[in-house]
């Protein structure tokens, strides 16, 4: 349901001044493959939830995210702030898991990037297109198909209704099983009013736990390059 935060992060920057390379941080679930024969891996019900998620996701343009990893022994390994500004705009912090303090922050525009570390900014250049859309992709199980040759296996549970930050959310167990591997369970928060994910729980079969929360859809900031405006 989400590529891995490697690819926002841990793979952004080539530097003529060679950027210090960072942690890895948990990977996130692999996106189901979809296959170009088969039937649905959703009953025609699921597919129409999930095809309403992915649309309602089509229309963020801003959004601010946390993403905190947890070891098998629930020891927090990895902490990241982030602000999206889709396609192509982020401004990410990440911070000791210790302390707390913040320890590195990225801004990205575009194909420029700058890292920093203390008080120095360092310009790097974006190796790949980013996409930041995919920090939350409910279209990747609308597109997983199942076949005689394999496929990914995908089932959804509805659980009771919660709240999170104070918006009533539907609660949805998700699996998803690509073929050959393990499963991912993954428990998601949807808000009833307007489809938009809350909180998303992702847990792996070495029980490491990765949670991302979503929150300020449409909030009025800016992210710019270091040294200019930003709010």
């Given at each position: 349901?989400?590529?891995?935060?490697?690819l926002?992060?841990?793979?952004?920057?080539?530097s003529?001044?060679?950027?210090?390379?960072?942690?890895?941080?948990?990977?996130?679930?692999?996106?189901?493959?979809?296959?170009?024969?088969?039937?649905?891996?959703?009953?025609?019900?699921?597919?129409?939830?999930?095809?309403?998620w992915?649309?309602?996701?089509?229309?963020?343009?801003?959004?601010?995210?946390?993403?905190?990893?947890?070891?098998?022994?629930?020891?927090?390994?990895?902490?990241?702030?982030?602000?999206?500004?889709?396609?192509?705009?982020?401004?990410?912090?990440?911070?000791?898991?210790?302390?707390?303090?913040?320890?590195?922050?990225?801004?990205?525009?575009?194909?420029?990037?700058w890292?920093?570390?203390?008080?120095?900014?360092?310009?790097?250049?974006?190796?790949?297109?980013?996409?930041?859309?995919?920090?939350?992709?409910?279209?990747?199980?609308?597109?997983?198909?199942?076949?005689?040759?394999?496929g990914?296996?995908?089932?959804?549970?509805?659980?009771?209704?919660?709240?999170?930050?104070?918006?009533?959310?539907?609660?949805?167990?998700?699996?998803?099983?690509?073929?050959?591997?393990?499963?991912?369970?993954?428990?998601?928060w949807?808000?009833q009013?307007?489809?938009?994910?809350?909180?998303?729980?992702?847990?792996?079969?070495?029980?490491?736990?990765?949670?991302?929360?979503?929150?300020?859809?449409?909030?009025?900031?800016?992210?710019?390059?270091?040294?200019?405006?930003?709010?």
């Open positions: 349901m989400l590529r891995s935060i490697v926002v992060l841990a793979v952004l920057f080539v003529a001044c060679s950027l210090p390379q960072q942690p890895t941080p948990t990977p996130l679930p692999p996106t189901p493959t979809p296959f170009p024969e088969g039937t649905p891996a959703l009953s025609p019900a699921d597919q129409a939830r999930v095809t309403a992915a649309d309602a996701w089509a229309t963020v343009q801003r959004f601010r995210a946390e993403i905190t990893a947890y070891d098998s022994s629930g020891a927090l390994r990895q902490r990241l702030e982030l602000a999206v500004i889709l396609p192509d705009r982020l401004h990410a912090v990440q911070y000791d898991p210790a302390s707390g303090q913040p320890t590195q922050e990225w801004i990205i525009v575009g194909d420029a990037g890292v920093r570390s203390g008080d120095r900014w360092q310009l790097g250049q974006i190796q790949q297109p980013l996409d930041l859309a995919s920090l939350y992709d409910p279209s990747s199980l609308a597109a997983a198909r199942t076949g005689p040759n394999g990914t296996s995908v089932t959804l549970e509805e659980l009771p209704a919660e709240t999170v930050s104070g918006i009533l959310c539907e609660k949805w167990a998700i699996t998803v099983t690509p073929a050959g591997q393990e499963p991912n369970q993954l428990i998601l949807i808000g009013a307007d489809q938009l994910p809350r909180q998303l729980r992702t847990e792996y079969p070495d029980g490491s736990i990765l949670i991302l929360r979503y929150w300020g859809f449409e909030d009025a900031f800016t992210i710019e390059p270091p040294g200019t405006s930003e709010q």
